[in-house]
């Protein structure tokens, strides 16, 4: 059973820059989609796609956060990264790492979240 650990939330300064990290532990397969969901306050669930990585660096990038977003991912570790710039304020949101295992489903992190404020 794979694990994800998520860490890198905070405060951070309007066009200021930041970098999610998820780690994966347990029993992994390296072709899985890695990636990051968000929930906005308000909504009940998690249903906003920020960015994917398949297990071949290809990317799939969601609505815009108010910021740029690069996902990369460390197969050896195995481990999946989000780095945004030039981030804006926006009410804070819960960020969720994912991961899709061979027989399908989504495993989750338990998120976490960023504020952007001066």
């Known amino acids: 059973q794979v694990q994800l650990e998520e860490s890198g939330g905070g405060l951070v300064q309007p066009g200021g820059s930041l970098r999610l990290s998820c780690a994966a532990n347990?029993?992994?397969?390296?072709?899985?989609?890695m990636g990051w969901f968000r929930q906005t306050p308000g909504k009940q669930t998690r249903d906003e796609l920020v960015?994917?990585?398949?297990?071949?660096?290809?990317?799939t990038y969601g609505n815009s956060i108010g910021g740029r977003i690069t996902i990369s991912r460390d197969n050896a570790k195995p481990a999946v990264y989000m780095q945004m710039t030039h981030l804006q304020p926006a009410a804070p949101a819960v960020y969720y790492c994912y991961s899709v295992p061979p027989l399908g489903g989504r495993i989750w992190g338990h998120g976490t979240q960023f504020t952007v404020s001066s």
């Open positions: 347990g029993t992994f397969t390296r072709t899985q989609y």
């Open positions: 960015a994917a990585i398949s297990g071949g660096d290809r990317t």
